[in-house]
């Protein structure tokens, strides 16, 4: 048999799966000042032999695209954004704020906007049961560092099958005074007549792993990969710190399928090959 001839879908399913290919995908958020209790799930498709269950993305931020954010990965050395925000920095650090008030704020806050921003993405489950892609910023992975050194000694690897645990990340405060927490999950127990503080383990169930199939993302690709080409016309574009949203338009209107979906694109997404990883490791730690 030719493996190049697939199966038919029938007209209605060719439909949806071009309209929205990850509609119903859902994007968690850290809300700030509150609890954010979610089950890391374990490394995915392409990740599944590499065991990565969290990846680290460079992402330019501040463009938007049929009224929704367009964030996009820098594709890395002589990235044009990069070099066109180099130059506003090297600007700012140039000016006097007390003689140039105006021009001072406008370039501060082009590049709070614009420049570029690490993010660590893993699949990750909440208290409501639902599937979604997690991204922590550079702060609260730190503290996730530090929390799986203290946890390891117990025996717990985060993003396991078999025992996974449930995470608080907590984010407080603005700015330099904000503080980020990333603290595993403890239940009161008794222990030889005594009541300790337990790391709750929790095994993730073949219910979870199974929907992880189609609900969760391939995090091999978790934003929108653009051409070096398509990045130098972003940056070109932009004129007195303000993006020419003509040049926004003419570049992300050209990615085919994904035009009407949310901000980040799993075009690459293989649900039929996933497999489930059970040795979670991670190159940053
Ligand atoms: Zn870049």
């Given at each position: 048999?030719?493996?190049?001839?697939?199966?038919?879908?029938?007209?209605?399913?060719?439909?949806?799966?071009n309209k929205k290919p990850h509609k119903n995908r859902v994007f968690h958020k850290i809300k700030p000042d509150v609890d954010n209790v979610y089950l890391p799930l374990p490394p995915f498709g392409s990740k599944a032999k590499t065991g990565e269950w969290i990846v680290k993305t460079p992402i330019h931020w501040g463009f938007i695209f049929n009224e929704k954010a367009r964030p996009f990965v820098c594709p890395g050395f002589g990235c044009a954004m990069c070099e066109h925000d180099r130059a506003v920095k090297t600007t700012l650090d140039s000016l006097n704020k007390s003689t140039?008030?105006?021009?001072?704020?406008?370039?501060?806050?082009?590049?709070?906007?614009?420049?570029?921003?690490?993010?660590?993405?893993?699949?990750?489950?909440?208290?409501?049961?639902?599937?979604?892609?997690?991204?922590?910023?550079?702060?609260?992975?730190?503290?996730?560092?530090?929390?799986?050194?203290?946890?390891?000694?117990?025996?717990?690897?985060?993003?396991?099958?078999?025992?996974?645990?449930?995470?608080?990340?907590?984010?407080?405060?603005?700015?330099?005074?904000?503080?980020?927490?990333?603290?595993?999950?403890?239940?009161?127990?008794?222990?030889?007549?005594?009541?300790?503080?337990?790391?709750?383990?929790?095994?993730?169930?073949?219910?979870?792993?199974?929907?992880?199939?189609?609900?969760?993302?391939?995090?091999?690709?978790?934003?929108?990969?653009?051409?070096?080409?398509?990045?130098?016309?972003?940056?070109?574009?932009?004129?007195?710190?303000?993006?020419?949203?003509?040049?926004?338009?003419?570049?992300?209107?050209?990615?085919?399928?994904?035009?009407?979906?949310?901000?980040?694109?799993?075009?690459?997404?293989?649900?039929?090959?996933?497999?489930?990883?059970?040795?979670?490791?991670?190159?940053?730690?």
């Amino acid at each position: 048999m030719n493996t190049d001839i697939g199966e038919p879908l029938s007209l209605a399913e060719t439909l949806s799966s071009n309209k929205k290919p990850h509609k119903n995908r859902v994007f968690h958020k850290i809300k700030p000042d509150v609890d954010n209790v979610y089950l890391p799930l374990p490394p995915f498709g392409s990740k599944a032999k590499t065991g990565e269950w969290i990846v680290k993305t460079p992402i330019h931020w501040g463009f938007i695209f049929n009224e929704k954010a367009r964030p996009f990965v820098c594709p890395g050395f002589g990235c044009a954004m990069c070099e066109h925000d180099r130059a506003v920095k090297t600007t700012l650090d140039s000016l006097n704020k007390s003689t140039d008030p105006e021009l001072y704020d406008l370039l501060k806050s082009y590049l709070d906007v614009h420049q570029l921003k690490i993010t660590f993405s893993m699949n990750a489950l909440d208290q409501k049961n639902q599937i979604g892609l997690l991204s922590i910023k550079k702060r609260m992975f730190d503290s996730l560092v530090q929390e799986e050194r203290n946890v390891s000694k117990y025996g717990i690897k985060f993003a396991s099958s078999s025992n996974g645990t449930w995470i608080n990340f907590r984010k407080s405060g603005t700015g330099t005074q904000a503080t980020f927490s990333a603290v595993a999950l403890r239940e009161d127990k008794e222990v030889e007549g005594a009541i300790a503080q337990v790391l709750k383990k929790s095994p993730i169930s073949a219910e979870i792993l199974a929907r992880m199939e189609s609900e969760a993302f391939d995090l091999s690709r978790t934003a929108t990969i653009l051409s070096f080409e398509q990045v130098k016309q972003l940056a070109n574009s932009i004129e007195d710190y303000e993006v020419n949203q003509d040049a926004v338009d003419a570049v992300f209107s050209n990615l085919g399928k994904n035009d009407e979906t949310a901000s980040f694109d799993t075009s690459s997404f293989e649900g039929s090959k996933a497999g489930i990883g059970n040795d979670p490791l991670s190159k940053y730690f």
